[in-house]
């Protein structure tokens, strides 16, 4: 890009200042940069010495910054909610992983499918890691299709939350929070769906924990029976500052 | 679902695991839990 700088010139009392230095100068007014690592390069030694209030362009990310005197951040209103990772589930799958999902970066997440469908109608289930055990939840339904008002069911240390979404053969439905789970503490999970089966109980809410404080970083889609094919796994991470 | 049932609805070549955006075929270990599931699956009222 013409307007990338490797250098924030310091001008001193008898040197030349060149037409490029001027050009440059001119041709920016605030310094662009490709990166992070250029831009942290430029600054200090012989050239300008970074202080409060420098600005600086990204043209890697398109992000203005700012420094406030200890770290760059960003111009404008910081983001609540930030899309960790977008993973297209293929065709006929019998579960999706999402690896890296979780860091040290967000200690709550919010995971959401989309699209696709299901082979046939049928629950899914959420697990973390690879772990198979000490899952525990609570389920409260209610109806809007059959006699049944609502009903109510727990999961006692189950092998994964199961009901944590539902699959139907026009759909894919999972909202889903977690809380905590790359943290050593013990996951809360909380949750809503929509049941497509109209012969049974509609929608409900999940609430659940899983018991053990071990650090996650992936996760994985399973239904209850079938496979899935399309959609979209879409992971957000909450801001903690 | 009998496991026979199960086996010739889902052929080991019709279905698959995905890790991120690779998908790949079941290892047979993963296979046969799958098939198992769809046994064990109990439809729910």
Known sequence: MPNEQTSVPLFVANTVLTAS????????????????VTRDAAFGGSNKALAEGQLCYLSSTNVVQYYDGAAWQPVGASAGMTLVSATTIGSAVGSVTVSGAF??????????VTGGAGSTNQ????????????????????SSFSS?????QILNNGSGWTE???GTTSGLGVNIELQSPFLAKTTILGGVYQRGNTTAVGMGTISGMLNDTTSY???TITPATGTMTGGTVRVYGYANS | MTYAEAVAMYPHDS????VDGVVRPMTPAEYEAFIQRQVDYVPES
Not at chain 1, 21 to 36: E, I, M, R, Y
Not at chain 1, 123 to 142: C, P
Not at chain 1, 148 to 152: F, L, M, S
């Open chain 1, 21 to 36: 230095q001027q050009n440059l100068s001119a041709g920016t007014g605030v310094p662009v940069f490709a990166t992070t």
């Open chain 1, 103 to 112: 860091s040290a970066t967000y200690d709550a997440y919010k995971i959401v």
């Open chain 1, 123 to 142: 629950a899914l289930t959420l697990t973390l890691g690879s772990t198979s055990t000490g899952y525990y939840a609570s389920y409260f339904r209610t």
């Open chain 1, 148 to 152: 049944a008002a609502y009903d109510g």
């Open chain 1, 164 to 166: 944590s979404g539902y």
């Open chain 1, 217 to 219: 970083t992936a996760f």
């Open chain 2, 15 to 18: 279905v698959f695991i995905q």
